[in-house]
């Protein structure tokens, strides 16, 4: 776990780092500068885009760290990364070519509800293009487990530059007009700024010989389209879905509650740019003895990490919610249940890297396909009736189908789990202080009153996990910060 604990650290201070910016642009900049509408707009576009973006990317980040590792010449790993380069186009130019051919009757459909849709609609494919690429470069570091310079330019480096623009649009340096399209030239920059790290690390070779075998890598490029992205596209989804059957100003209110709710995905994610190539290389040298060790350490440092940022979200998110305009308190259950579902998929561990790297891989697109139809047909159900908290739930009981469908699946197969009697301890922990916080509000300021709360919690929980070591992990790292 020495290069997982070092980097995955090294993501998780650059992604919070983000997330900070990102609290900064979301929380405050945003809703303050930018009416609700056209806020709500934004949240449209991207999400749209992180729609399209699996279908333009045709499974290559998944591909590439799937793959790679089992091709030991420079001729075969020429032609098969030549092949990850081009493949995205198969998707990319078509569906611009038909784009074009009836952008009237697209943009026409997209802003049946909110007509403000419609003289952006061009945008959604321009970002999505930009993200797909962008991820694929992403993984061409990963391969080479470097991770953290992309990170930094996932997590930072668009937040940065909006940050900038929320500023330059409230000086009226510029137009809202000029605001959205300087944001999908963000996403432009981002893709770009990767591509030149990543050909830093390896300068493609391009050989179209084909010389390995092509035909189980396009299978598997086609399967995991849509399987390698569900988790990322149901939560998009909700806000595309929001954006057909209600007002677009409830988008903003959801966009709020889902960022802070995402902030326990962090570590997850940061977890994940460095442990996912190395369940390839585990499974394709068969050493089950690695992995399993990998998929339970994994999982139990997730569910401390991601159970201490749970319960301080929880037991602040009523005083959080006092400092922004009172129309976003609508979002205030979608917190809690959008944090639960975070906290279930942290408490996966690298789950979802084992079946998207194994043989098994067709069984995802099975799972993926019903869980999106699942959250479509409730969110079609339960948007109109509960609003906003509909497509939360929706995406609860579709993500948590989902998570469980997986955790079979993988025991089925691999005879292995991710559970110890050490995760139980965490989820207990994370139950008790949860309850015992969330109704015991202070008399002071929200800030004040956030700070002291979330200090008492932190200092119970560290004292607790480090007292009673539930992870050897956590331990050393803490043994090593005391010493200093």
């Keep these: ?237 909700d806000k595309f879905m929001l954006g057909k059957l209600i007002v677009i100003d409830n988008i903003a209110y959801y966009n709020v509650a889902i960022f802070i709710a995402t902030v326990i995905a962090v570590p997850a994610r940061a977890m994940q740019q460095i442990t996912y190539p190395l369940t390839a290389k585990f499974l394709n040298e068969n050493d089950n003895t690695s992995l399993k060790d990998l998929y339970k350490k994994s999982s139990l440092n997730l569910v401390i990490i991601s159970g201490l940022i749970f319960v301080l979200i929880l037991v602040n998110i009523n005083q959080l919610y006092t400092l922004l305009p009172e129309e976003y308190s609508q979002g205030l259950f979608v917190v809690i249940v959008v944090a639960l579902v975070k ?50 739930i929706a995406s609860f009981i579709a993500l948590f189908l989902y998570g469980s469908l997986k955790i079979w699946y993988v025991n089925k197969k691999f005879k292995m789990h991710p559970f110890s009697v050490q995760t139980f301890y965490a989820i207990v922990l994370i139950f008790l202080l949860s309850i015992s916080f969330y109704f015991w509000e202070f008399s002071f300021q929200p800030i004040i009153n956030i700070i002291v709360k979330s200090v008492m919690v932190s200092t119970i929980y560290g004292f607790v996990v480090y007292h009673f070591n539930f992870s050897t992990d956590i331990s050393k790292i803490l043994n090593t910060v005391l010493k200093r």
């Design 1 to 237: 776990m020495g290069i997982v604990i070092k980097q995955s650290i090294q993501n998780t201070i650059t992604t919070y780092l983000g997330f900070a910016i990102g609290a900064v642009n979301t929380l405050f900049l945003y809703t303050n500068f930018l009416t609700d509408e056209y806020y709500g707009l934004i949240g449209f576009l991207l999400s749209s885009a992180n729609v399209m973006m699996p279908f333009f990317m045709f499974g290559v980040s998944n591909t590439l760290v799937k793959f790679y590792s089992s091709y030991t010449t420079r001729k075969q790993q020429n032609s098969f990364l030549t092949l990850m380069l081009f493949l995205p186009l198969l998707a990319i130019i078509p569906i611009g070519f038909f784009g074009i051919l009836g952008y009237e009757a697209v943009s026409n459909w997209l802003a049946s509800e909110n007509a403000i849709i419609k003289d952006y609609t061009y945008l959604i494919y321009i970002i999505a293009v930009a993200m797909a690429y962008f991820e694929v470069f992403f993984a061409w570091s990963k391969i080479h487990y470097k991770s953290v310079f992309g990170n930094i330019m996932k997590e930072i480096f668009h937040r940065l530059c909006i940050l900038f623009l929320l500023l330059a649009l409230h000086y009226k340096m510029l137009n809202v007009d000029q605001f959205i399209i300087a944001v999908a030239v963000v996403y432009i920059l981002r893709m770009v700024v990767m591509k030149i790290y990543a050909f830093s690390l390896r300068l493609p070779k391009l050989d179209f010989s084909l010389n390995f075998n092509i035909s189980s890598v396009l299978k598997y490029s086609s399967l995991i389209i849509l399987a390698g992205s569900v988790a990322m596209f149901m939560l998009d989804l």
């Design 343 to 392: 906290l279930i998929d942290n408490l996966l561990g690298i789950n979802n890297s084992i079946i998207f790297n194994s043989n098994y891989f067709r069984i995802i697109l099975f799972f993926g396909v019903l869980i999106i139809l699942v959250a479509v047909l409730l969110n079609f159900v339960l948007i109109p009736i509960y609003n906003i908290n509909g497509a939360a």
